[in-house]
Nanobody
Framework: QVQLVESGGGLVQAGGSLRLSCAASGSIFSNNIMGWYRQAPGKQRELVAQITSGGRTNYADSVKGRFTISRDNAKNTVYLQMNSLKPEDTAVYYC?????????WGQGTQVTVSS
């Protein structure tokens, strides 16, 4: 099993920044894809950003140029630096890990951007 624990969410004004962290523990493989998804009220969960073990990244169009995903493989931790935040970025952000044994999710952390 893999456990994912997010931290770093909160309330921020539009234009501000937040950094989310996700620490993975348990049977985490060195070869995996980790990412961040978000779900706003009344909307489906959507991909925000992904990063492979080798460092290749993929972003949703809506966050390109504003968000940066990174990972520290030695610490089994993935980060999401969010800059120039907008009210439409308000959502619960979930950490995600995909590896041979399955797909895993964290409990989520709330990000609220006020206008």
């Amino acid at each position: 099993q893999v456990q994912l624990v997010e931290s770093g969410g909160g309330l921020v004004q539009a234009g501000g920044s937040l950094r989310l962290s996700c620490a993975a523990s348990g049977s985490i493989f060195s070869n995996n894809i980790m990412g961040w998804y978000r779900q706003a009220p009344g909307k489906q969960r959507e991909l925000v950003a992904q990063i492979t073990s080798g460092g290749r990244t993929n972003y949703a169009d809506s966050v390109k140029g504003r968000f940066t995903i990174s990972r520290d493989n030695a610490k089994n931790t993935v980060y999401l630096q969010m800059n120039s935040l907008k009210p439409e970025d308000t959502a619960v952000y979930y950490c995600n890990a995909v590896q041979m044994t399955g797909t895993y999710w964290g409990q989520g952390t709330q990000v609220t951007v006020s206008s």
